[in-house]
């Protein structure tokens, strides 16, 4: 393993571990309002991302980012990743982990799903076998809650429109990170103001604990984006693709053994049909990687 692979593959470890452990961070600011904790993500997001991107020496790259159109799609996507942010932190907060866990399972699916729809892109028999598994997974998932799983779904979507139009912007990750909180943060920071003339407690109970944990709601957010745009470089699709499911792995985890979600027989079928589905797409992916690198080889002789 070389130095460069080495580093993107702990650049994406690092990203999904932290992904993958975030409820435990909302569990403990449960007592704050979601759309507070929302607001303080976005404003320590913004100088976490600049120094980083100045360590870096990466400043430079916010200027193809602030390009008239760049910028235009970068608001489209700071507004689906802060609709993201909220409503998984208000899932947290109502004890929905195992139902958000479903939704980021479902995400690679519906990416392949979204490019057969909207990009025209032709999907291969194995990658139909695994979004109709997914699609059965929802709706039995549907039975279990009684309802449409509306917080999977929701983040789900909001994401891979997000993650869409990040393929499609040719800017460095970072520089696009930065611009995305900056469009954020003039609202954030008047919900804060306003907030806090409203007689509310912006600091959560003011205590240190408190105090510390929202200041640390930047780095938290900044810090995993930032490794994700390292491994991607380094990485081939199919191993970044391989190891996403760690988050969403670990959030299954917590909301079954430490937060005690309801998790029955209902729960255990849907969750069989989204692990098969998985199982078969990420069989596919190897197979045309394979096939790729054989026809590659074959060329070279």
């Keep these: 393993m070389s130095q460069s692979v080495r580093l993107g593959f702990f650049s994406a470890l690092g990203a999904y571990l932290i992904w993958g452990m975030l409820p435990l961070y909302f569990k403990a600011l449960g007592h704050i309002a979601p759309e507070l904790m929302l607001a303080h993500r976005i404003v320590w997001s913004l100088p976490t991302g600049l120094i980083l991107l100045a360590i870096a020496g990466a400043l430079p790259e916010l200027k193809a980012a602030l390009d008239r159109k760049t910028a235009a799609w970068l608001t489209v996507s700071a507004l ?24 980021y399972y479902i995400n690679p699916l519906v990416n392949v799903a979204i490019g057969a729809v909207f990009l025209a892109e032709r999907l291969r028999l194995m990658q139909w076998g695994a979004v109709s598994l997914a699609a059965l997974g929802v709706c039995v ?38 611009v995305e909180a900056a469009i954020l943060f003039p609202l954030a920071l008047v919900w804060l103001f306003q907030f806090s003339a409203g007689g509310g407690a912006v600091w959560g109970d003011g205590t240190v604990r408190d105090i510390g944990l929202l200041l640390l709601a930047g780095p938290l957010t900044a810090f995993p984006l930032i490794l994700f745009a390292l491994a991607a470089k380094r990485l081939t699709f199919t191993t970044v693709g391989m190891m996403q499911y760690i988050g969403p792995t670990l959030q299954f985890a917590l909301a079954v053994l430490v937060f005690r979600e309801v998790f029955g027989p209902i729960h255990g079928l849907a969750f069989g049909f989204i692990w098969m589905a998985l199982f078969v797409f990420s069989l596919d992916g190897l197979k045309a990687t394979r096939r790729m690198k054989a026809e590659s080889l074959g060329e070279g002789v």
Aim: aromatic share 14%; proline share 2%.
């Design 80 to 103: 689906l990743i802060a609709g993201n942010w909220l409503v998984y932190i208000w899932a947290v907060g109502q004890g929905r982990v195992l139902e958000a866990s479903l939704g």
């Design 141 to 178: 998932m549907t039975l279990a809650l009684g309802a449409v799983p509306m917080v999977a779904l929701f983040l789900c979507f909001s994401f891979a429109g997000y993650s869409l139009i990040r393929k499609y912007l040719v800017i460095d990750g970072r520089a696009g990170f930065v």
